[in-house]
């Protein structure tokens, strides 16, 4: 009887600290539930209501190139020991361009110097083969004097008779061939003089090739090692010109505005538009989600850009596109004149064009704009009761998308502008469930 | 003589049996209904998928409903997402602690003062007065609501856990009981008091109030049993979803949480197993004190 009253006692008293100890518990779960809810609830950006004018840049790249152009040649067959440029390379005047093998170039003077000498001698023969058939016996008679025992001595009677016989027919074709012989020899030996007057001057400058005007290399067809030829070494643009845009558009990638073009993540959409070589760029769909490009752009001759060049650096404003002509394989060549002080050089630039829409007074960031099967929404932030109290709950409300561009959408829907709409979240979220608010979109 | 012995074994016999087979009966009563608090138990260690199958009939109101006595893949998933994803379970339990707590402490306040007060005095007035609580006792809540709600609205507490708190307060249950408590304790024993000192709040907090606490727990104890699973009263008072109790949260958790109804159910049970555990002596004692006739 005494141990039942001591068991009742112990779990009279273990009852009440139990309850004690299963509410400490229940605190402790708490306090951590709500550090785990402050991780695993989505994290939102939201933004507000924006009214304003859809802006929309298209923008042809290309570069922009002076309008004339230089070849430099140089003596064929030199081997080229160093080439100090490449293409696009901008060089100002006196600048080393290339080096020649000094040794080589030893070599080609010295071979064009036996060459020269080489046509003195056959220019000297051939005269002299002139003068004898021009008149034979003096010239026997000169041969006999020199005592040349080799030539055959003709007696007057039989110089007679070989006059008689060949002299009309002979003398006067073999004399006329000697002499254009000659003149061929005299002028390919002056042309031998002038290339060895060219060589003397490469020598004299160490093989050192020079920019002779402030210009960019538009081709470079040497390398080091290799030998020259008769093409052009260098074509150098003349920065003493002026200045153009050239670009392209079109090509692989681009379709034509007829198609669709859903889904093509900053492509440009193309077609042609009727007389005068313009062209209609549409505005792209975005890369997440797909809409449909609604902004057409004609680009034709004296519209005007903004030309960019290299960073940012070199802005021109009002650039007017001179001329559209067609290329290859689809493309389209976009030509643009340079005002002559604006630019100074040459580089890859982007030709941007700007357009605006009219204002509209529901705008959000594009990516707050979703898509579903049945059309567009928004999620938007609403304090709702909850049973943690008041707060924010993410909705869904349908949107009507007019147009968008990059970074904006204008829509039509039931959002005021005091809701809050979410542009960005770390998770997945989904309707009637609880969000954070950590940031305003800007 | 022979007769006599075989007749008194078989009474002996008889007895037996029908003692053997009363306590089978009541073993039998007992687990069937514990069978509610199994298929609790089982069900907070299913997954949700497997009770959507096993209960598809109660759910959807179609389909079949089998009883759920084993799962096929144990699981503690409940316990993790409802302890440590819900932090709304957490609201909802300590509203209900919070509610229980205040209407109990309130009722002591109240209640053991105005029973020592009824037990005390004799006159006819008393009587009547306390007839008339009784009458009161008896009416069920849904009689009094009404009165209750335009109360409430006037004196401006709706919608705020004062409203379910102050009604409780003056419940007439726990007066009643501990009114018995006080009465069970012998008038000789007030008298040999009364020759100690004069004061009657000395007499009732030195006498009355430890002599009476088996009725004072029981009293306690069934109030914490009573409103910690309260409906009605939150659910009339309350429109505040952060102001509910659980027993006002769990029906509401979706189809596609069912192993939360099952998991928060175990866990809000706990508490009351617990003092029960701990206090069943002093509630069938506080119970017992009301057969004393006055």
Same mark, same amino acid.
């Given at each position: ?442 | ?97 919070? &509610?229980?707590? !205040?209407? +109990? ?6 209640? $053991?003062?105005? *029973?020592? =007060?009824?037990?005390?005095? @004799? ?14 006792? &008896?009416?069920? !809540?849904? +009689? ?6 335009? $109360?409430?609205? *006037?004196? =401006?507490?709706?919608?705020? @856990? ?14 009643? &009981? ?117």
């Amino acid at each position: 009887m005494r141990r039942k009253e001591e068991i009742r006692r112990i779990a009279c008293k273990w009852g009440s600290h139990a309850v004690v100890i299963f509410l400490s518990v229940m605190a402790v779960l708490t306090l951590l539930s709500r550090v785990v809810d402050s991780y695993v609830i989505p994290q939102a950006t939201v933004c507000t209501l924006e009214e304003m004018r859809l802006s929309y840049e298209w923008k042809v790249e290309g570069r922009v190139r002076t309008k004339g152009r230089r070849a430099l040649y140089c003596q064929e067959n030199l081997r080229i020991e160093n080439v100090w440029v490449q293409e696009n390379d901008i060089v100002q005047k006196g600048d080393l361009l290339f080096t020649l093998d000094r040794k080589d170039l030893q070599t080609k003077i010295a071979r064009m110097e036996e060459e020269i000498h080489k046509y003195d001698l056959q220019i000297a023969d051939m005269e002299h083969a002139s003068q004898m058939q021009a008149d034979p016996q003096s010239f026997h008679a000169d041969q006999a004097a020199e005592g040349d025992s080799n030539i055959p001595i003709v007696t007057p009677d039989q110089a007679n008779v070989a006059k008689e016989e060949n002299f009309d027919m002979i003398s006067s074709s073999v004399g006329a061939e000697n002499s254009n012989a000659a003149d061929i020899q005299r002028l390919e030996k002056k042309q031998a003089q002038e290339s060895l007057q060219q060589l003397y001057l490469l020598r004299e400058a160490k093989g050192q090739v020079c920019a002779q005007f402030a210009g960019g290399i538009f081709t470079c067809a040497i390398s080091t090692g290799s030998l020259t030829s008769a093409e052009p070494v260098l074509i150098v643009e003349d920065f003493r010109q002026p200045f153009q845009f050239e670009g392209i558009v079109g090509g692989n990638g681009y379709s034509y505005a007829g198609a669709d073009v859903a889904g093509e993540e900053d492509s440009l959409a193309m077609n042609e538009s009727g007389a005068g070589g313009s062209l209609s760029l549409a505005g792209a769909g975005s890369p997440n989600l797909n809409m449909r490009g609604n902004q057409d752009f004609l680009v034709e001759e004296g519209l005007e850009g903004t030309l960019e060049m290299g960073d940012g650096d070199v802005v021109v404003e009002g650039v007017k596109i001179s001329k559209v002509a067609e290329g290859e394989e689809g493309t389209y060549r976009v030509t643009a004149e340079l005002a002559d002080d604006s630019i100074s050089r040459t580089g890859n630039a982007v030709l941007r064009f700007t357009k605006e829409s009219r204002r509209y007074r529901k705008c959000v960031p594009r990516f707050a704009v979703h898509e579903e099967r049945s059309g567009y929404y928004v999620m938007v932030v609403k304090e709702e009761k909850t049973v943690l109290g008041i707060k924010p709950v993410a909705q869904y409300v349908p949107v009507t998308l007019i147009e968008h561009n990059d970074e904006y959408a204008a829509v039509e829907g039931n959002i005021s502008e005091d809701d809050k709409i979410i542009v960005d979240t770390n998770k997945e979220i989904k309707e009637g469930k609880r969000v954070r608010i950590v940031e305003e979109w800007s | 003589m022979n007769d006599f012995i075989i007749k008194r074994k078989a009474a002996i016999f008889s007895r037996f049996i029908a003692k053997k087979a009363a306590i089978l009966f009541i073993s039998l009563v007992c687990v069937f209904s514990c069978i509610p608090v199994l298929i609790l138990a089982v069900g907070s260690v299913t997954g949700n998928y497997e009770l959507s199958v096993y209960l598809e009939g109660v759910l959807r109101g179609q389909g079949k409903t089998y009883l759920l006595l084993l799962p096929a893949f144990p699981t503690f998933q409940g316990f993790i997402e409802t302890l440590f994803y819900e932090p709304e379970f957490y609201v909802v339990f300590w509203n209900s602690v919070k &509610l229980t707590a !205040f209407i +109990v402490a309130g009722q002591m306040f109240v209640a $053991v003062p105005a *029973a020592w =007060g009824f037990s005390r005095c @004799h006159g006819r007035l008393a009587s009547l007065l306390f007839y008339v609580y009784t009458i009161l006792m &008896l009416l069920p !809540f849904q +009689v009094t609501m009404l009165s209750n709600y335009l $109360v409430i609205d *006037a004196i =401006g507490i709706k919608d705020t @856990h004062a409203a379910v708190i102050l009604p409780a307060v003056f419940s007439t249950f726990p007066v009643f &009981l501990i009114y018995r408590s006080f009465l069970g304790v012998p008038e000789e024993v007030y008298e040999a008091f009364s020759l100690e000192s004069s004061s009657r709040l000395r007499m009732f907090y030195h006498v009355g109030v430890p002599l009476a606490m088996p009725g004072i727990k029981a009293a306690a104890l069934l109030g914490v049993i009573e409103y910690w699973n309260m409906v009605e009263q939150p659910l009339l008072f309350l429109k505040t979803l952060a102001l509910w109790p659980f027993s006002l949260y769990i029906p509401g958790i979706s189809y596609d949480n069912i192993s939360y109804i099952f998991v928060c159910s175990l866990i809000v049970m706990l508490p009351m197993v617990l003092l029960i555990f701990g206090g069943k002596e002093a509630v069938s004692e506080g119970i017992g004190a009301m057969a004393v006739k006055k």
